[in-house]
């Protein structure tokens, strides 16, 4: 079955600073791969996805995303960590019917 | 052009009773689906339907859950006699014809509590 785990529930990081929010995937065949964020009290919005092409996605808000084959990872990134950018993080891959599998996500908080 | 529309926003229901939770989907979507996120735990897949068909009902309940998106109006998740651990947030997602889950737009969320 289509899965991805995300390993940490919290990242904690200071403003300005790099943040990385991992996911590993499991799949069968070629990863079908993206990025959602969740503020509170909203639905999930886009942040990026992986189909083919360039390992490195570039999404909204200033992410991006590293695919890696042989890590089976696909963890989010930004240079520099806003406090707004404090959220729930859900990382996603299209499985069997079509259909968005997401991990249980990562609480990114960002200090000033 | 407005995003998926979802309401209530807030649902209070008494054991027993039935929850109808009603999501529009963008202008010129034609599938649905719905998922449901308990406290602590990601987004769980419940069914995705296209207009007037079930598609994909694999996460739902056998019980109690059912959901429909008919040709007019929009679609429902329809709870019967609710249980306290119905207690989550539902969402609903659509997207247009021919991309499925490359192109999800979510909507803000029921927030379903059972008393």
């Known amino acids: 079955a289509q899965s991805v785990a995300q390993p940490e529930d919290q990242v904690n990081v200071a403003e300005g600073n790099p943040l990385t929010v991992k996911c590993t995937y499991s799949?069968?065949?070629?990863?079908?791969l993206f990025w959602y964020v969740q503020y509170p009290n909203r639905g999930l919005q886009f942040l990026l996805k992986?189909?083919?092409?360039?390992?490195l996605v570039k999404g909204s808000y200033g992410f991006e995303a590293e695919f890696n084959k042989s890590q089976t990872s696909f963890h989010l990134k930004k240079p520099s960590a806003l406090v707004s950018d404090s959220a729930l993080y859900f990382c996603?891959?299209?499985?069997?019917?079509?259909?968005?599998?997401f991990g249980a996500g990562t609480i990114l908080r960002v200090k000033s | 052009n407005a995003g998926v529309m979802q309401n209530p926003r807030h649902l209070v229901r008494r054991r027993g009773q039935e929850a109808r939770l009603r999501c529009s989907p963008m202008?010129?979507?034609?599938?649905v689906y719905w998922y449901r996120q308990l406290p602590e735990e990601g987004l769980k897949f419940m069914v995705y339907?296209?207009?007037?068909?079930?598609?994909?009902e694999s996460g739902m309940p056998k019980e109690r859950f059912s959901a429909e998106f008919p040709k007019e109006g929009p679609s429902i998740l329809r709870i019967q006699q609710v249980v306290r651990g119905d207690s989550a947030a539902y969402f609903c997602?659509?997207?247009?014809?021919?991309?499925?889950?490359?192109?999800?737009?979510f909507g803000s969320g029921t927030q379903l509590s059972v008393l």
């Open positions: 997602a659509s997207s247009p014809l021919g991309t499925g889950a490359e192109k999800l737009f």
């Open positions: 339907l296209q207009k007037e068909n079930i598609i994909d």
């Open positions: 202008k010129g979507h034609s599938h």
């Open positions: 992986y189909i083919t092409g360039d390992n």
């Open positions: 996603a891959v299209r499985g069997y019917g079509n259909k968005l599998v």
């Open positions: 799949v069968s065949g070629n990863p079908y």
